[in-house]
């Protein structure tokens, strides 16, 4: 206890929250933990009888269900999930939960032309919170003849483990009439 009313007063002290005695932090600690133990065991026995539906592999997706609880007012509702929103062009369709897989490591012309084959055309490439290409930056340009994985370690400073195989990179892309296409995210498999 003298460990919990030393850590919590030291973050009171960060943020200016007023400091607490040994006495007051057991007695709010003492409330807390009783709460944080039957969200967490409501949340796990909810999600539980989620994972029983997928296990079984014969239910519809009206058979699922969202819920939502707050224990304060007391609130407790479910709801059939909405199936995710279809996306299409061309021949293709895909949902925000797909992905599109790239093996080998392609150079930034060779992504480019590979979304051009899919009649997407591609104005922006990131990975993570950095800026591969952009179509608007002539200095971009330069950057064509490089692997998308070495143009990751190289702008985004990204470090690649040994034992990942794989790096995601979000494009945006463009149709010929110049309609936003969003497309999955791209996992280029490397190794």
């Not at 400091?19 to 796990?44: H, N, Q």
């Not at 609880?69 to 895909?94: C, G, I, Q, T, Y």
Request: charged residues 25%.
């Amino acid at each position: 206890m003298d460990l919990i009313a030393g850590l919590a007063n030291m973050r009171a002290r960060n943020y200016s929250i007023p400091e607490v005695d040994k006495l007051k932090a057991k007695f709010i600690a003492g409330r807390i933990i009783p709460a944080i133990a039957t969200s967490t065991a409501m949340a796990t026995g909810l999600v539980c009888l989620e994972l029983y539906k997928v296990l079984d592999g014969s239910h519809k997706l009206e058979d699922y269900r969202n819920t939502f609880a707050n224990l304060a007012l007391p609130l407790f509702s479910m709801a059939e999930p909405v199936p995710p929103k279809v996306m299409k062009h061309r021949d293709m369709s895909w949902t925000v939960w797909d992905r599109w897989i790239i093996k080998g490591n392609p150079t930034l012309k060779e992504l480019l032309q590979w979304l051009k084959e899919k009649g997407l055309n591609a104005y922006s490439i990131s990975c993570g919170s950095c800026l591969l290409y952009n179509s608007m930056f002539p200095r971009h340009k330069e950057r064509m003849d490089k692997k998308v994985v070495d143009l990751a370690r190289e702008v985004a400073k990204l470090e690649l483990p040994s034992y990942r195989c794989h790096l995601d990179v979000v494009v945006a892309c463009e149709d010929d009439d110049d309609n936003d296409i969003d497309i999955p995210q791209i996992s280029i498999y490397f190794r």
